[in-house]
Nanobody
Framework: QVQLVESGGGLVQPGGSLRLSCAAS????????MGWYRQAPGKQRELVAT???????NYADSVKGRFTISRDNAKNTVWLQMNSLKPEEMAVYYC??????????????WGQGTQVTVSS
C-alpha cells in the first residue's frame, strides 16, 4: 500500500514555469517507476513523464525539452519541472508509482491530483 501526495500546482501565465512534487508514503519498499500523468478537460488522461529507480527517464513528445522529471529514491519523492507552459497544458496532474510485490506483480498507485492552470 502506497499513498502519493502531490503539491505545487497553481496558476501560471503562458510561457511560465511551475514545479510539481510528489511524496510517497506507506509501504514504500520496492517502488520501481514513478511519474506524472495529466488530464485536461474533455480529454483522456495521458502520460507526461516517467523515471525509474535507476534514473532512466521518458517523456511525452509534446513536453520534451521543456519538462524535466527528477527523483530522490531515499525520500521517495519525484518532481516535475515544467517550463514554457502552454494554455493547452492546463490540466489536473497526477503522480503515480509502480510497486513490485513479492510475487513479481506490478501494483499501480495514483495521487489525488493537483490542478495546473495556464492562463493570462
Amino acid at each position: 500500500q502506497v499513498q502519493l501526495v502531490e503539491s505545487g500546482g497553481g496558476l501560471v501565465q503562458p510561457g511560465g514555469s511551475l514545479r510539481l512534487s510528489c511524496a510517497a508514503s506507506g509501504s514504500i519498499f520496492s517502488i520501481d517507476a514513478m511519474g506524472w500523468y495529466r488530464q485536461a478537460p474533455g480529454k483522456q488522461r495521458e502520460l507526461v513523464a516517467t523515471i525509474t529507480s535507476g534514473g532512466s527517464t521518458n517523456y511525452a513528445d509534446s513536453v520534451k525539452g521543456r519538462f524535466t522529471i527528477s527523483r530522490d529514491n531515499a525520500k521517495n519523492t519525484v518532481w516535475l519541472q515544467m517550463n514554457s507552459l502552454k494554455p493547452e497544458e492546463m490540466a489536473v496532474y497526477y503522480c503515480y508509482a509502480v510497486q513490485i510485490n513479492g510475487m513479481g506483480d506490478r501494483l499501480h498507485y495514483w495521487g489525488q491530483g493537483t490542478q495546473v492552470t495556464v492562463s493570462s
